[in-house]
Structure formats: structure tokens, C-alpha cells
């Protein structure tokens, strides 16, 4: 059974004292992800380098991303292939995840790559090629957050993330309602996979598009973790790191909240300051 935690040795130095002790790891094996769509046969879509668990969320999570599918109808099942891919000791690994989606949804053959971390955009060519168009009106939300609720909502996350309490190496995203309640919480190594995980959880209860709601990430916002959060429907994404400045375009022609350097009690607000109120 796939785990999210590894032991490996390791020689810790501290005051010029060498102890040999484990230490615990956070796990990162490969997801290959396969779609069927409609042709009676998986064809293999996309590798990307994961944490274990949450596999058929964040399958379903980066498929919104894509724009592949924008709804529940879209896919008819997910599940995993335990025969697809085997350890040494012939144990299935887990490491697949085949997704059958409804007759009529047409996925560009551009879309089947490899990636890494779940980056919507690693392997394009071009960047209109990623600008992939959210259905949902986010410019029109108009939910608002108190600046207090926002400035806690670091710290919530943080207390939520157990397996970063065991390693120190992973990313999360949280979903959390205008009032700070954490709503789900997910982890991964990679930035992308987390908030993939978080959307495809939505995904799965059929609560998209996620109007009203706060995507909290532990990491930098990037210009993919926007794009993620506005085909999501999310109104608000709030970072503890710097957003990039292709990040803060792309909130402002969504009409997105974008907020950084969310620490302590302060914090930037790049995109949307009409959403916090004071």
C-alpha cells in the first residue's frame, strides 16, 4: 500500500558532533494518469511526480485545470490500475490512475504530455496555449473576507498539516469559507498537486465552481496556481510567499483576489483589495 512517509539514514551534524540516526522523508513516486475518452481504450495522458494519497482527486483536480473536464457528467469513473505498474517484490504500486470520461468530451491530442509536480503549463510552447478560459464568472463574486480572518488563515493551515510536522517537505492548500473554516486540507511535494488534490476533492461533491470560498497555499503564488484556482471557480487565493508578476496579470483579467506574503498580521493584496475589508 502506498505511504506518504519513508525512513532513510542520515548523519546529522550539530556542534561539530556527528550522530547517524533515520529520518523521516516525504515520498515522491510518479502518477501516471490515463484517459479513456470513448475510445475502449486508456491511453496514457500525463506522469507527474507526486505524494502518494488523494490520487483520484488530484487525477480528477488537474483535469479541471486542463479544461478538460468542467463537470461530474464529464467523467464517468476514476479509479486506480493495481495490475498497470508493480514494485520489485511484484506488489502493485498504485501508480496508476485510469479515468474514463462521457462520450463527447474531446480532449486535444496537445494535452497528452509529460509533466512534473502537475504544472499545467510545463511542456507548452506557447503561453496562449495555457490561458485555458474559466466558465465560471469569478469578477462577479462578491464575497468578502475581514482582514483578521485572512491573516489567521497561515496558521490554520500549518496546525492542519500532519505529515509536514513529520517531514518538513511538503507544500499544502487548504479551502477555507469567508469565516476561516478550514473546509479540507490537502499535502504534496509539489505546489500544483496540492491545490489539484483540494479542486479535484471539490470535484468528487460536485461543489464547483468554488464560489464564496478562500484557497489558501502554503508556497509562492504562481501564474498556474491562479489559473488552477480560477477554472475552480475560486474567488480568493491567498499565498505566505511572493506571487510572480504573470500571477498578479492573471488574477487582475479574472477579476481574482490575489493576496501575498500573507505572515503574521500583515500581508499584500496585488489583485481584488475590494474583497478585505478591514
Keep these: 500500500m502506498a505511504t506518504t512517509t519513508a525512513r532513510r539514514p542520515v548523519a546529522r551534524f550539530a556542534g561539530g558532533v556527528r550522530v547517524d540516526r533515520p529520518d523521516t522523508l516525504a515520498v515522491e513516486e510518479p502518477l501516471e494518469i490515463r484517459l479513456d475518452a470513448g475510445g475502449g481504450a486508456a491511453e496514457p495522458f500525463t506522469v507527474t511526480m507526486r505524494t502518494p494519497g488523494h490520487d483520484l482527486e488530484l487525477a480528477l483536480g488537474f483535469l479541471v485545470g486542463e479544461g478538460v473536464a468542467r463537470s461530474p457528467r464529464d467523467v464517468v469513473a476514476a479509479r486506480h490500475c493495481p495490475d498497470a505498474a508493480r514494485d520489485a517484490d511484484g506488489e502493485p504500486t498504485h501508480n496508476v490512475v485510469e479515468v474514463r470520461l462521457r462520450g463527447g468530451v474531446i480532449v486535444p491530442p496537445s494535452r497528452y504530455r509529460a509533466v512534473s509536480s502537475a504544472c499545467g503549463i510545463c511542456g507548452t510552447t506557447s503561453i496562449d496555449a495555457v490561458r485555458t478560459r474559466s466558465s465560471h464568472a469569478v469578477a462577479t ?97 491567498a499565498a505566505v510567499s511572493a506571487p510572480s508578476s504573470l500571477a498578479v496579470d492573471l488574477a487582475v483579467e479574472a477579476g481574482m483576489t490575489l493576496v501575498g506574503f500573507l505572515r503574521g498580521e500583515s500581508f499584500n493584496v496585488y489583485a481584488g483589495a475590494q474583497r478585505i475589508t478591514e
Design 141 to 237: 463574486d462578491g464575497v468578502t473576507v475581514a482582514a483578521a480572518t485572512l491573516a489567521a488563515l497561515p496558521d490554520r493551515l500549518r496546525a492542519a498539516q500532519r505529515v509536514f510536522d513529520r517531514t518538513g517537505g511538503l507544500h499544502a492548500a487548504g479551502l477555507f469559507t469567508p469565516a476561516g473554516d478550514l473546509l479540507v486540507l490537502r499535502e504534496d511535494v509539489g505546489r500544483h498537486n496540492a491545490v489539484d488534490k483540494v479542486v479535484g476533492w471539490a470535484f468528487e461533491r460536485g461543489l464547483l465552481p468554488l464560489a464564496g470560498h478562500v484557497l489558501q497555499v502554503s508556497g509562492r503564488a504562481s501564474f498556474e496556481l491562479v489559473q488552477k484556482a480560477w477554472t475552480a471557480g475560486c474567488p480568493v487565493l
